[in-house]
């Protein structure tokens, strides 16, 4: 079965540093997101991506977020300044033409 | 706008016994709904989904779903617990030309031996 992959699995940062999260979505689907949970926490919507741009993002998606589609197959969240709140785990989804997404299997950032 | 209610954020079942959780949504669009499971320190693995047609749906584990437009419901069964039904569960809304997910809070369900 197709998988969304996601490197690193666990990521420690320092306060202020940039990090960048990477993920490998199935190869002929069209549709990007993150989504970040912090701990005990319920899953956030940050991002989505579509025809190489934003589609729609949230409230938490503000300047310290970026993302790209470099090279047609990997999709990157970047956060150039981290804080201490963004220590969350990080999901990458993709999704075809059907309804619904594959998850990656995410990325833990702890930001020291 | 969308938004989803888990009632119950820990649930305890004895093994054996039916699992019940459930699932509230609002939507100003036909709705797409999900259930997801996450165990400790893994990604979000798809139960099921709902989208269109038939109302009672089958997914993985012997879990289902039915959903109930009138009641705004969505409600996660299984018949029979099973220890490694130990997880929590996530339910999800999302619609037609709003592909983006809103999750509730999730519900941890516990199983007893």
């Known amino acids: 079965e197709p998988e969304v992959t996601q490197t690193p699995s666990h990521q420690v940062t320092q306060m202020g540093q940039e990090v960048i999260l990477r993920c490998v979505p199935i190869?002929?689907?069209?549709?990007f997101y993150w989504y970040r949970q912090i701990l005990g926490q319920k899953v956030e919507f940050l991002v989505s991506f579509y025809n190489n741009e934003i589609s729609e993002k949230s409230e938490i998606f503000d300047d310290q977020f970026s993302v790209e589609r470099p090279d047609g197959s990997n999709f990157t969240l970047k956060i150039r300044s981290t804080k201490l709140e963004d220590s969350a785990m990080y999901f990458c989804?993709?999704?075809?033409?059907?309804?619904?997404?594959?998850f990656g299997s995410g990325t833990r950032l702890t930001v020291v | 706008a969308q938004s989803v209610t888990q009632l119950g954020s820990h649930v305890s079942v004895s093994e054996g016994a039916l699992v019940l959780l459930r699932c509230n949504y609002s939507s100003s669009v036909p709705p797409y709904l999900f259930w997801y499971v996450q165990y400790p320190n893994q990604g979000l693995q798809l139960l099921l989904k709902y989208t269109t047609g038939a109302t009672l749906v089958k997914g993985i584990n012997g879990f289902e779903a039915e959903f109930k437009k009138s009641e705004t419901s969505f409600h996660l069964t299984k018949p029979s617990a099973h220890m490694s039904d130990a997880a929590e569960y996530f339910c999800?809304?999302?619609?037609?030309?709003?592909?983006?997910?809103?999750f509730g809070t999730g519900t941890r369900l516990k199983v007893l031996a």
């Open positions: 190869s002929n689907h069209l549709y």
């Open positions: 989804a993709s999704m075809g033409t059907g309804v619904g997404y594959t």
């Open positions: 999800a809304v999302s619609g037609f030309g709003t592909y983006k997910y809103i």
